[in-house]
């Protein structure tokens, strides 16, 4: 399974990338989400973690294009904004599942107990 990790935190970027292949997954590290399609990166992967502490307008036209590129693309939103009204504008916007940071691995990773939604998408779990 290949990740893509847009995160704008270094440490956490670092963090997730190296525990993710812990659990045996390929994981291309973003810092920024204009790297996300300078190699035309999220087309290829096969679940996406997006850092979306910010929800500019840029940030969510992001999340959109990602969506527009690829239907079927399962995105986990990490995020800080608590407020009810910005979590439905992050789903509103193509995000399949959202964590608020700050989090723990656990709540993130496929196994064994995330979000349902997110699970699914990645092949853990029964299908809906």
Same mark, same amino acid.
């Given at each position: 399974?290949?990740?893509? =990790? ?28 204009d ?7 999220? $087309? ?17 036209n992001?999340?959109?294009? =990602? ?7 399962? =995105?986990?939103?990490?995020?800080? #904004?608590? #407020? $009810?009204?910005? #979590?439905v504008? =992050? ?34 779990? $029964?299908?809906?």
């Amino acid at each position: 399974m290949h990740l893509l =990790i847009a995160e704008s935190d270094p440490a956490l970027g670092v963090f997730l990338k190296t525990s993710f292949e812990a659990e045996r997954y390929a994981v291309d590290l973003c810092t920024d989400g204009d790297c996300v399609f300078a190699d035309r990166t999220a $087309p290829k992967c096969d679940a996406a973690i997006l850092d979306l502490n910010t929800l500019s307008d840029e940030s969510l036209n992001l999340l959109r294009q =990602i969506r527009a590129v690829q239907e079927a693309l399962p =995105i986990l939103v990490l995020t800080s #904004r608590a #407020r $009810p009204e910005d #979590r439905v504008r =992050i789903l509103d916007s193509g995000a399949d599942d959202l964590v608020l940071k700050p989090f723990a691995f656990s709540e993130v990773s496929p196994a064994p107990s995330p979000a349902a939604a997110w699970q699914t998408a990645v092949g853990y779990g $029964p299908a809906p």
